[in-house]
């Protein structure tokens, strides 16, 4: 990953077409995605790859999309006719994070994570295993002494923690975000963007890549190595922006003059939308 | 003293307070007993037959309200996972909740004569609806990124019932089950008006046309306490079964 981002010591490196890319592995991608709700369009031809062991941040203004786009990386959508999602293998784990936690309020922090390990006709794993795995993404999101708590005795930070740790339980390559902590505090949400970085890291989970969508430019800069722009409905991918800044990212990144150049790179092209 | 029993003093208070008045008001102007019986006229008309019939309409209304819910539920489930269905049959559910039970009660003692039968089937009859109502709009609110959720690792439809739709719906279902305990009573006791020789319903008749206000009132105020009994009873399972939602008072 420190290669990725020495290649763009540049700043206009966001123009030239991103170099040896042909030998990065492609995660996932989506070509030619446009998908249209009846007479609305939504996305007008998305065109995004995934590379492995990247931090994406997709950008652009509200109901323009982003969420949409997530869709249909999941494929819980799928595109219009002429679209195409393609994932590295067959067997691609992906992860979702809401932008709402979406637990189960009968079930304890545990069972929640537990949960997804359970559905499917294939059982992938025995209910020893399950919760062996449980427990341990729980430790991971630091709620290792809430496992038997229920949601509603959980703060909104929690929450989104043990969502996070539903997410990661499967071990899955690929992790969707979709604005995770935008309705968290601001210092919750400082607090968590760390962990989540430091998860990513973390050999301990299987995470090599994640698509965050984020309506926060500054938490995009901070986070990602590329952050994607979207323009408004039908949206389409308008730049695609890579982040100078040193890996791994650390706490007071945030006074670097790279931080601030991109900060503004991202303002000024958000006006020009 | 604790909270729970001081909370429980105050309708007992008021509740007694009421009688005292109502005692009172009957002797200070001298009300004719047919008209407005005394608390303690009415309490020394209570025989031990009472209990019995009491006993004969409780059982009435539980069958009905039992078998109302368990139909009523089975009827959404096919409901929500099917749209023709679903189409097809609401209206009809509509015209029979329409129906006033009240006219529908004589052709149930012609059909099922003036056994439990037709009370049960009275008894049915009203408690349907609430529940198949509540019942469809319980198991569609689920919410969609739970949906997503679940379709994301691939949950199949049943495991979507089982694990998402029936819980979510648990909090509908209990409301419409506490909407039901009150109208289980009605149809049981409206079927008894038509044609019954026992019940709650019988006894009111009868003593209506004896003029025998107090023993009236005694099965009035039995007819209420089974309603309270079976909405008690229900409340306290709510509590059970839903931990999950707050109850906090505002």
């Known amino acids: ?273 | 003293m604790t909270a729970k029993l001081k909370d429980s003093l105050y309708p007992l208070g008021f509740g007694l307070g009421f009688l005292l008045l109502w005692e009172l008001a009957v002797r200070l102007f001298s009300i004719p007993v047919y008209l407005l019986p005394a608390p303690t006229a009415v309490l020394s008309a209570v025989e031990a037959s009472l209990g019995s019939h009491m006993l004969v309409t409780l059982m009435e209304s539980l069958a009905g309200f039992m078998l109302a819910n368990i139909l009523g539920f089975v009827t959404a489930v096919i409901f929500v996972h099917s749209k023709p269905i679903e189409k097809g049959a609401f209206p009809l559910a509509i015209a029979l909740k329409t129906t006033p039970l009240v006219a529908l009660a004589p052709l149930l003692v012609v059909w099922l004569g003036t056994g439990y039968s037709s009370k049960i089937v009275a008894s049915t009859l009203i408690c349907f609806f609430p529940i198949l109502v509540n019942s469809v709009k319980g198991l569609k609110a689920i919410e969609y990124e739970a949906w997503e959720l679940f379709s994301t690792y691939k949950g199949t439809k049943w495991e979507i019932f089982w694990k998402l739709r029936l819980p979510t719906s648990l909090p509908y279902i209990f409301s419409a089950l506490k909407i039901s305990t009150s109208l289980a009573i009605v149809g049981a006791i409206v079927g008894e008006f038509v044609g019954a020789n026992k019940g709650l319903g019988y006894v009111v008749l009868v003593s209506s046309y004896h003029m025998d206000t107090p023993v009236m009132f005694s099965a009035i105020i039995a007819s209420a306490a089974c309603g309270l009994l079976l909405f008690w009873c229900v409340g306290l399972l709510e509590k059970k079964v839903i931990f999950w939602t707050r109850s906090d008072d505002l």
């Open chain 1, 1 to 273: 990953m420190t290669a990725v981002i020495k290649e763009q010591k540049s700043f206009m490196a966001e123009h030239r077409p991103l170099q040896k890319s042909k030998e990065r592995e492609v995660m996932l991608s989506l070509s030619d995605c446009s998908l249209s709700f009846g007479e609305v369009q939504v996305l007008n031809r998305v065109n995004l790859d995934v590379y492995r062991n990247e931090f994406i941040s997709i950008l652009g203004p509200s109901g323009c999309g982003k969420s949409t786009m997530l869709r249909l990386m999941l494929q819980l959508l799928g595109p219009d006719k002429g679209g195409m999602v393609t994932y590295a293998s067959s067997d691609l784990s992906l992860g979702m994070v809401f932008q709402k936690p979406v637990l189960m309020p009968w079930l304890t922090a545990l069972q929640n994570v537990t949960l997804p390990l359970e559905l499917g006709n294939k059982k992938k794993f025995t209910k020893q295993e399950a919760r062996e795995k449980a427990e341990s993404a729980l430790r991971l999101v630091g709620l290792q002494d809430f496992m038997n708590h229920f949601p509603h005795q959980l703060s909104g930070g929690m929450q989104q923690r043990a969502a996070i740790a539903r997410a990661l339980a499967a071990d899955p390559a690929v992790l969707l975000m979709d604005e995770p902590f935008g309705a968290l505090d601001e210092l919750t949400r400082e607090k968590l963007n760390f962990e989540l970085l430091r998860l990513w890291e973390s050999p301990e989970t299987s995470l090599s890549s994640i698509v965050m969508v984020t309506h926060s430019i500054q938490e995009s800069v901070l986070l990602s190595d590329r952050v994607v722009m979207m323009s408004p409905r039908p949206a389409g991918v308008t730049d695609i922006i890579p982040v100078p800044l040193p890996s791994p990212r650390e706490a007071g990144m945030e006074e670097l003059p790279e931080f601030h150049y991109t900060v503004k790179e991202l303002r000024k092209r958000v006006k020009h939308l």
